[in-house]
């Protein structure tokens, strides 16, 4: 009997998490551009968007950017794939970097589980949204 999961299980789970917080938040994708200003404690707000690059029947390619006033620790873009029918939702990159595949030596500037922090970033993310709240007066 295995002891601990391996690697695919949970990174599964975070893809398939991180799908169903998209569905929610973007409306089922059925437009090819989203924005949303986020509620922020200090009254200040975070300019995000989603906007679909790229469908076919079964996947869509999603570039989503925060942007924070010339900030640009909090300023970001990322890439999602989403699979329709698997349900699933799992970044391809972030800032234009992609992380490198596990048969490929890992260089010194990325880490073996890359891709595991830019999924895990992405839920933290969609979360944090989730929490702080989209504000209402803005036109989807």
Request: charged content about 25%.
């Amino acid at each position: 009997m295995l002891k601990t999961l391996p690697k695919t299980s949970h990174q599964l789970t975070v893809c398939e998490g991180n799908f169903l917080r998209l569905k929610r938040m973007l409306q089922k994708f059925s437009k090819e551009t989203y924005f949303f200003q986020t509620i922020n404690p200090d009254e200040s707000y975070n300019e995000i968007s989603f906007k679909i690059i790229h469908r076919t029947k079964h996947t869509l390619i999603v570039e989503a950017k925060q942007n924070k006033n010339n900030d640009q620790i909090n300023s970001f873009i990322l890439r999602i794939q989403i699979c329709l029918d698997a349900n699933l939702a799992e970044v391809i990159s972030y800032q234009g970097e992609k992380a490198i595949p596990a048969f490929i030596k890992i260089s010194k500037s990325q880490s073996k589980d890359e891709k595991l922090q830019q999924n895990r970033f992405l839920t933290e993310w969609l979360e944090s949204i989730f929490i702080s709240g989209i504000n209402s007066e803005i036109k989807f």
